[in-house]
């Protein structure tokens, strides 16, 4: 196949510039990092036992926040013991809310002190909640378009659908009549469709560094995560978490259960391979798996796409050059790509796992990995590519990318020789798109934006390609707006005029981070829920009607010491630790979500959560009470069929005539 190339250039940072901060650097500023920078003239005049009291404070306040930091992850949060009757709260610890009034105002001396103090100083978490308001609410009933999609038959069965809305299905009775009749099928999306993950989670996992990616693989046999120093895990799902061991802080090398070069991980969860990626431009942006799970490629806004096994033993790793010297021979640091100098941002297997799409500077790129060599490379966007997927998983046709130009578009493959336009335009956002996800079918697609809006696309209702012609060059972005800062302005318009997408979801937090959202399994659920992460510590599921079913939040995940199958815990008492959800992961198998959270910057790290469906432990009573009401219903049966059966009431009684 002929390679389509066009000249461009673009403006890249240089391969020796040092001081490149990356995408989801803190940018200065951010009220999410902690700085302690105290102005002088902004300390009132304190008395001298004033003084020694804030001072004392001061120093009680450093020693609880060296706690804090990411070696001594196990003991900033409470252990568990085997006894759960003697678990306590941890005290609360003295924030960096309150460190910086201390020293602007001086020890308390009363209410009146008290109500001086703003409220959106406790810490560094509530300011930025208080900051990224809604502007525009998520919907509290179901939308009519949401629900004529529900009932289209393209999500699911409907006939299951149509007996939740009538109260008339029981999993119960599902399983009885399969019991009776061993040839009917059953479906899993009809036992399993409305088993909504809904625990806080628990933690599963912990790195030192940030991770960026987090997901199951397609049989959900195994969970993998990309770290930001470049390292992959990948850990078996086929198993519970085990029992939590606490690293010994003089640990001997040669000691099995630890890593020596893993120092700064743990984990409940076997570690299947842990492998060490190469070196790129400030982390891991985008991985991807093979359809038979046996290989990964991932991108690190540089030129080149590595990939490697994912189960095996082996370390070797293939670099993927999309530059246009140097392809696959030899072996090239970073930095080293001749003339051209781009980043890939994100990057997917074809269908049958023989090419590669790839996604950067407002450029996509098809590699043949059978003839190794790159087929397709054409500029399709006015900025950064920061997600692209195929939209149907079958065939491998047809390509969506998403660009901080706030477009969507979507290529065909089988015309890219006679244009070089986009078959269609996806318009709506109104900033940048963080992420874009397709349902597999080749109709539906959806893309989380940093105008705070994830919106459902149907395909068969894009732009043309000339209709987009007409209306590209109006812009309708904010000025000045950088969604890394934690703060959304008042936008100018909810949606763009020329709005093409089905349905809008709101409600979550697209900022500092490219957020990802994702469509729910078809395997269990039909795909009728949506999810995604959120800067604000929450993951939100909505129902494709547009409603949001049920938000999870991380600041309550329990620590790595509790089990992730106990009961559900009451929220932990004391200050809530600032978290971002940047991927989460639906299994394929059960209703079980696992999401990456990185922690405030005064902790630093990332946790991985597992979040399950909990229902018992979620209502009123518990396991015990549910076991004894099943047990107590059984006596009663049972004491009713020993009295034999029931007489209508006035019917003859042959043994009482016979006694007269």
């Not at 309150?98 to 409220?119: C, H, I, K, M, N």
């Not at 009749?181 to 996992?205: H, Q």
């Not at 992420?435 to 696309?457: C, E, F, M, P, T």
């Amino acid at each position: 196949m002929p390679e389509y190339d066009l000249n461009f250039d673009l403006d890249m940072p240089s391969d020796d510039d040092e001081a490149y901060e990356g995408p989801d650097a803190y940018v200065e500023g951010d009220d999410s990092v902690l700085e302690l920078e105290i102005v002088q003239d902004d300390l009132p005049a304190q008395s001298q036992n004033g003084g020694s009291a804030a001072m004392s404070q001061i120093l009680r306040s450093i020693f609880d926040l060296q706690q804090l930091q990411p070696g001594n992850a196990a003991e900033r949060t409470t252990s568990s013991t085997s006894n759960n009757n003697d678990w306590r709260p941890a005290p609360r610890s003295i924030t960096y809310g309150d460190l910086v009034r201390l020293l602007r105002t001086g020890p308390s001396s009363g209410d009146q002190d008290a109500e001086d103090e703003p409220d959106d100083d406790d810490d560094e978490y509530v300011v930025n909640t208080h900051r990224n308001q809604q502007w525009f609410p998520p919907h509290t009933e179901p939308h009519k378009r949401g629900v004529e999609l529900l009932m289209s038959g393209e999500f699911g069965r409907v006939s299951n659908k149509l007996k939740s809305k009538s109260g008339r299905k029981s999993v119960s009775r599902l399983l009885l009549d399969r019991s009776s009749s061993p040839r009917s099928t059953m479906y899993r999306e009809e036992l399993a469709s409305e088993l909504i993950p809904n625990s806080n989670g628990t933690a599963v996992a912990s790195n030192g560094a940030n991770l960026y990616v987090g997901q199951y693989s397609k049989d959900s046999s195994f969970y993998y995560t990309c770290c930001q120093d470049f390292r992959l895990h990948v850990y078996d799902m086929s198993s519970p978490p085990a029992k939590y061991i606490k690293r010994p802080r003089n640990l001997r090398r040669g000691t099995a259960l630890f890593d020596d070069n893993d120092r700064d991980h743990e984990s409940t969860l076997k570690v299947l391979k842990t492998i060490q990626g190469h070196p790129g431009r400030w982390t891991i942006t985008d991985s991807h798996l093979s359809p038979d799970n046996e290989r990964i490629i991932y991108s690190s806004i540089s030129p080149t796409v590595y990939m490697t096994n994912t189960l095996d033993s082996s370390t070797a790793q293939t670099p993927i050059r999309f530059s246009d010297q140097g392809r696959r021979q030899g072996r090239s640091l970073w930095g080293s790509y001749h003339k051209e100098s781009f980043g890939i941002w994100s990057c997917r297997f074809s269908a049958d796992g023989n090419e590669v799409i790839a996604g950067g500077s407002g450029q996509i790129f098809v590699y043949d990995l059978l003839a190794d060599r790159r087929t397709v490379k054409i500029i399709a966007h006015s900025d950064d590519v920061n997600s692209c997927c195929w939209a149907d998983i079958g065939s491998g046709n047809v390509l969506i990318s998403a660009s901080d130009d706030t477009f969507l578009k979507v290529w065909d493959r089988r015309s890219l020789g006679a244009s070089q336009k986009p078959s269609g335009v996806l318009v709506g956002h109104t900033e940048g798109i963080a992420n874009v996800s397709a349902k597999g079918d080749g109709r539906y697609v959806i893309s989380n934006g940093k105008d705070q809006a994830l919106r459902l696309w149907d395909l068969r209702k894009m732009c043309s390609s000339d209709g987009f012609d007409t209306f590209s060059h109006e812009d309708y972005t904010l000025d000045n707006y950088d969604y890394r800062y934690g703060h959304y302005p008042k936008p100018k318009r909810a949606a763009h005029p020329n709005d093409c997408s089905v349905m809008t979801y709101r409600g979550h937090a697209v900022l500092r981070t490219l957020i990802r959202c994702n469509f729910s399994p078809a395997e269990t659920t039909g795909g009728q829920y949506i999810y995604a992460g959120s800067a604000d510590g929450k993951i939100h599921i909505w129902s494709l009607d547009g409603r949001v079913v049920q938000v999870l939040d991380r600041s309550q995940t329990l620590p790595i010491s509790y089990d992730p199958s106990g009961p559900e815990l009451e929220p932990l008492s004391g200050s809530r630790t600032a978290v971002c959800v940047r991927d989460v992961s639906w299994s394929s198998k059960e209703p079980v979500l696992m999401s990456v959270g990185w922690e405030s910057s005064r902790v630093g790290g990332s946790v991985v959560a597992r979040h399950e469906w909990k229902g018992l432990s979620k209502m009123a009573y518990s396991l015990e009470d549910f076991i004894e009401k099943q047990r107590t219903e059984r006596t009663q049966r049972a004491v009713r069929r020993a009295a034999g059966p029931r007489r209508v009431p006035g019917a003859f009684d042959e043994e009482d005539d016979e006694e007269e």
